[in-house]
């Protein structure tokens, strides 16, 4: 079977605060770690980097990973992985730390939110045209990619906005939706959203493993080699200068690596580099640097429930 890498993101009940963040409430995710205990073995993430540096085989159990450094993950997470006993892995993203500001992907979390799927790509299109006329159009045609939800509409802005604009005028038009539409109090919403860097070092002491996740969470392929690898270092650095270790974990932006990705990372000592697909299990030390995961949506979550088939593997 190999190792099942599950992914989350927000881990809440619904939020008035935040209305329409698309969440696994507290019920299901307890649901669904009682689900994976009864019918996998909890793998440890230290036997994860046992296997990859002796060259063992990868062990059959499941690990839970957390994206973004959201303080969900310390007050509603790790309290449920702490009681049964297991550890999870938790990757901040640099940017609210360092910079104070809060990156593109959760800025369209949140207006997507307030405005909808639909809301949200029309918005973006309208401040787009004003900046460039030929934008609209970029957005419209882009390919959907390999995302599994969403309306047509958004999942060409997702794709267009992640990958195809230019990072600055994309993150321009966001800046501009979010102070409209969610906040114009930047830093207020950093302290409101994110873990501080002190919970962050308690996860660690308290037997969680921390990945790097960038700086600025680009898609990493849109960036030279030379951009690459400044970016994975400053986050690396950024986190064993706070945790006094080395990083041997890396979570890719959005999932997107490639052949420059792998080589940066492990030019750099990282030892273990996930994506967000396939959903599927890790089985392979071919795949130490584009380790497999499978998002929380494709799991049940009740503890009864049968297992899934993914990629032609029961999950």
């Known amino acids: 079977m190999g190792a099942i890498l599950v992914m989350y993101h927000y881990v809440r009940d619904p939020d008035p605060r935040h209305p329409g963040v698309a969440a696994i409430t507290l019920d299901d995710f307890e649901g669904q770690v009682d689900h994976l205990l009864r019918h996998y073995e909890p793998l440890e993430p230290d036997a994860l980097l046992a296997a990859a540096r002796e ?3 990868i062990p059959d159990g499941f690990v839970l990973t957390f994206d973004d450094g959201v303080r969900d993950h310390f007050d509603n ?5 702490e009681k049964h006993g297991i550890h999870g892995i938790f990757a901040p993203i640099g940017l609210p730390y360092l910079h104070g500001h809060i990156p593109f992907v959760q800025k369209n979390q949140l207006v997507r939110g307030r405005l909808g799927e639909d809301g949200v790509a029309d918005a973006y299109m309208a401040l787009a045209e004003e900046i460039d006329p030929e934008l609209p159009a970029k957005v419209a045609s882009a390919p959907i990619g390999d995302y599994r939800r969403g309306s047509e509409k958004y999942l060409r802005f997702k794709y267009a906005s992640n990958r195809l604009i230019d990072r600055e ?5 966001m800046n501009r939706l979010f102070a409209e539409h969610v906040s114009d109090d930047e830093v207020a919403t950093i302290r409101e959203l994110y873990m501080t860097e002190g919970e ?8 969680h493993a921390i990945a790097g996740h960038s700086i600025s969470h680009p898609s990493l392929p ?3 080699e030379s951009q690459q690898q400044s970016e994975i270092g400053a986050a690396k650095g950024w ?5 006094g270790q080395d990083l041997a974990w890396w979570n890719y932006p ?3 690596y490639d052949e420059r990705s792998e080589r940066v990372c492990e030019r750099l000592g990282i030892e273990i580099a996930y994506s967000t697909r396939p959903p599927n299990d890790w089985t392979s030390h071919d795949e130490r640097f584009r380790v497999p995961r499978v998002d929380t949506v494709f799991l049940p979550v009740t503890a ?4 899934v088939v993914l990629a032609g593997e029961v999950v």
């Not at 005028?169 to 038009?173: A, G, H, K, L, Y």
């Not at 986190?239 to 945790?243: C, V």
């Not at 009864?304 to 297992?307: G, N, T, V």
């Open 254 to 256: 959005y999932g997107d």
């Open 169 to 173: 005028v994309s993150e321009r038009i």
């Open 222 to 224: 849109q960036l030279d």
């Open 77 to 81: 997470a790790a309290p449920v992985l």
């Open 304 to 307: 009864d429930a049968e297992p």
């Open 200 to 207: 962050i070092i308690e996860l660690c002491r308290r037997g």
């Open 55 to 57: 060259g063992t085989p």
């Open 239 to 243: 986190l064993e200068l706070m945790l």
